[in-house]
């Protein structure tokens, strides 16, 4: 089975709120952003405080975008009706370059070729509303590295 064969996999809308502007605008110019703690630790986007000092002073910072597999599910049964269209997709975690892991979708890939360690990159799309135009914002999701397989 291959996912999403064309640009745009449908993806729910999702709606910006402060927290998370920056993440959005920087997804918006093909740029993944993640946050470093005091300590120069590369955290997740979503975190708030850093796990290792306890501060909330974190400094938004832009990631390579290169990321290595780590699990996968496919998903058959889809958990929100926007998602009936499409199914099957492939959500995984994968463990960025910088080091966060993240829970993303898979794009572009068939699935007898999905392994631990497979080179990934990020491609950036926007969200679909019901009627299956773009809205909300643009998200990362992960497709394979042809430039590392």
Do not use: Q
Request: with cysteine; charged share 20%.
């Amino acid at each position: 089975m291959t996912t999403d064969s064309n640009d745009s996999p449908m993806l729910p809308a999702v709606v910006r709120d402060e927290a998370g502007a920056a993440f959005f605008d920087a997804a918006a110019r093909g740029e993944l952003l993640v946050k470093k703690g005091p300590g120069g630790v590369v955290l997740g986007p979503e975190v708030r405080t850093c796990p290792v000092t306890g501060s909330g002073e974190l400094d938004a910072v832009s990631a390579s975008g290169r990321a290595t597999l780590v699990s996968w599910a496919t998903v058959h049964r889809a958990p929100l009706p926007i998602l009936a269209d499409a199914v099957p997709y492939v959500t995984a975690l994968v463990e960025l370059d910088e080091g966060p892991w993240l829970l993303v979708r898979l794009i572009d890939v068939d699935t007898a070729d999905l392994r631990v360690g497979l080179p990934l990159l990020a491609r950036y799309v926007t969200g679909r509303g019901a009627d299956g135009e773009a809205a909300g914002e643009t998200l990362p999701v992960f497709a394979p590295d042809p430039g590392r397989r």
